[in-house]
């Protein structure tokens, strides 16, 4: 699947078939995660990878019980590392530059998902720590979002975008 079509194809999905995923497409994605540009380069970011079902419960009990992402095989969590990117850009790396770098690195693996037939739903609402207490994330890391990944057990009706002519503002 080219770019384009896993563009194109790339929606929410909230229900997932048990089939597990295997490695090989998983490592697939978290290469894609790690070829995003960072500020930099310094990839202030962290992915946590878990199979765990108890640990996706808690996920889904800390996203304020959005139990889709116990169904997900996999789930991504991302993760935000400020002291790496305050090392060179001091506070702005640390509120901005991390966030943006953690951003990018999943959109470019919700699309190799995609692009290799499974299905994702970016979560963003969650309580922070829980989903911290969950992952047992170290001191100074901030959850970002988490990324169920799976083989989809639904197919949703697109959702319409803005046009352009709404969306692009030319200036000069």
């Known amino acids: 699947m080219d770019l384009f079509e896993a563009i194109r194809k790339r929606q929410s999905v909230r229900a997932y078939q048990s089939t597990e995923i295997p490695e090989e497409k998983l490592v697939a994605i978290l290469s894609a995660a790690n070829q995003a540009p960072s500020a930099g380069n310094l990839q202030a970011y962290e992915i946590y990878v878990t199979r765990d079902q108890a640990t996706k419960r808690a996920l889904a009990k800390a996203a304020w019980n959005q ?4 169904q997900a095989p996999v789930v991504l969590i991302m993760c935000t590392h400020p002291a790496r990117s305050a090392t060179r ?9 991390c966030l943006q770098d953690a951003a990018i690195a999943l959109a470019y693996a919700q699309l190799a998902a995609t692009a290799l037939g499974l299905a994702t739903c ?19 890391q901030h959850p970002v979002a988490i990324l169920p990944i799976g083989y989809p057990a639904e197919s949703p009706h697109r959702r319409p975008r803005r046009v352009l002519e709404d969306l692009v503002h030319h200036i000069p």
């Open 89 to 97: 850009y001091g506070k702005r790396g640390q509120r901005f530059f």
């Open 67 to 70: 139990d889709f992402l116990a």
């Open 122 to 140: 970016w979560v963003g609402a969650f309580d922070d720590k829980g989903v911290a207490r969950a992952v047992g994330l170290p001191r100074g």
